[in-house]
């Protein structure tokens, strides 16, 4: 069975611009998590979709966005990039469970 | 409000002597708990969690953890530490329901396990 797949592994971008990063659950999952990595920050959480919706979002502003598409992908949208927004995103997937099963992760850099 | 603290930032060990990662968690409910490791520049591996059922749970590459309620805590264990175990260690508690029906994932601050030979 195929994990949790992320694109791209390394994105590099200028502060102002927009970045986007997508996830492809495991098959069957319904639900995608998004979470931040920054260094000194821990991990955040940071959006999550379920069934084509956003259904609850951490303490981050609205410049970070995305959404779900009917097979159930997902997409990270962040504009306006700021050189704090340098982190691993880590994508995560889930059904019913509690357990979350996480990507590899999308290392973006802002210069 | 739940909360997690991995007491030790950094813990090193010798090859084939055991591991003891610590966990102290704060939840207002029933919680789940779970350990994951992280690779360098890799994602997140499930190691093991506990979801109400027995208290010592065995997780992958040997690993378990014991729940304990009275002392709010939830440590790792290896018997026997071997090289590929070198990674961040992650003790993450799960009480909170999202709006919507999610699942909140809190994580503590990482412990970096390192193995020497």
């Known amino acids: 069975e195929a994990g949790v797949t992320q694109s791209p592994t390394h994105l590099i971008k200028t502060r102002g611009q927009q970045a986007t990063l997508r996830c492809s659950p495991i098959s069957g999952h319904t639900s995608v998590y998004w979470y931040q990595q920054a260094l000194g920050l821990g991990l955040q959480f940071l959006l999550w979709y379920d069934e084509g919706e956003e259904r609850n979002r951490g303490n981050f502003p609205p410049r970070f966005s995305g959404r779900q598409f009917p097979n159930y992908s997902s997409e990270l949208n962040v504009n306006a990039l700021e050189l704090e927004d340098s982190a691993l995103y880590l994508c995560?997937?889930?059904?019913?469970?509690?357990?979350?099963?996480f990507g590899p992760g999308t290392r973006l850099t802002v210069t | 409000a739940q909360s997690v603290t991995q007491l030790d930032s950094h813990v090193s060990v010798s090859e084939g002597t055991p591991v003891l990662l610590r966990c102290n968690y704060s939840s207002s409910y029933s919680p789940s708990l779970f350990w994951y490791v992280q690779h360098p520049n890799k994602g997140l591996q499930l190691l093991l969690k506990y979801t109400s059922a027995a208290t010592l749970v065995k997780g992958i590459n040997g690993f378990e953890a014991e729940f304990k309620k009275s002392e709010t805590s939830f440590h790792l264990t290896k018997p026997s530490a071997h090289m590929s175990d070198a990674a961040e260690y992650f003790c993450v508690v799960s009480d909170q329901i999202l709006t919507g029906g999610g699942n909140k994932l809190t994580f503590g601050t990482g412990t970096q396990l390192k193995v020497e030979l």
């Open positions: 995560a997937s889930s059904l019913v469970a509690v357990e979350q099963y």
